[in-house]
């Protein structure tokens, strides 16, 4: 999701005013290693700090972790004013095929993080797919921030208990050492760090 939504428009401008450059952009949900796989630039959200000596890379931003719910689901519902609140209010999960679901990292008091395990009524396993259940007014749900700016800034979602809200991974760009004097590397390695910093 971060690939579609943030990385694609960043390089589609660079792709324009250079013709004779082919990229190859896929995206993955899984971490990808880029020596194995032949990649020339990565970017990652967490595992910032397991790059090889062969790998360059840059920290370019952290994303933080809200809770957001539909208007609709709000006026419906209530708007919770307390985590205990969330109890009661019907909450949407990001979880895998096997079964785990990722707890909600929370905010205590001091603004220490920990993990709220959550009994969610639905389980989505990808990030576009739990922002459409929220945006539908299906309930409660934790995004990263970039997920959600465009929809908090056109008010279709609104941030719920923001003292609960948490700083996140980091998210990095990285690249082959060896190749990055290339003209093509370099061009998408300085327009990447300028767009997504």
């Given at each position: ?187 998408v390695l300085d327009a990447l760090m300028a767009g997504?910093?």
């Amino acid at each position: 999701a971060f690939g579609r939504s943030q990385v694609l428009p960043v390089l589609l401008p660079v792709l324009q005013a250079h013709p004779l450059l082919i990229p190859h952009i896929s995206f993955s949900e899984g971490l990808v290693d880029p020596i194995k796989e032949g990649a020339d630039i990565v970017v990652r959200i967490g595992g910032a700090e397991a790059w090889p000596p062969s790998m360059g890379h840059r920290v370019l931003a952290r994303e933080w972790h809200t809770l957001c719910a539909s208007p609709a689901y709000l006026a419906n519902h209530g708007t919770p004013l307390l985590e205990a609140d969330l109890d009661q209010h019907r909450c949407i999960a990001y979880g895998w095929v096997d079964g785990r679901i990722s707890p909600w990292n929370v905010a205590d008091e001091r603004g220490a993080v920990r993990h709220r395990q959550v009994m969610p009524q639905l389980v989505v396993g990808n990030g576009e797919g739990l922002m459409m259940a929220a945006l539908a007014g299906c309930g409660i749900a934790q995004f990263p921030s970039w997920l959600i700016q465009q929809p908090l800034q056109q008010g279709a979602l609104v941030e719920v208990l923001p003292q609960l809200a948490t700083e996140g991974a980091a998210i990095s760009v990285a690249w082959v050492k060896r190749r990055e004097a290339l003209p093509k590397v370099r061009v998408v390695l300085d327009a990447l760090m300028a767009g997504l910093s």
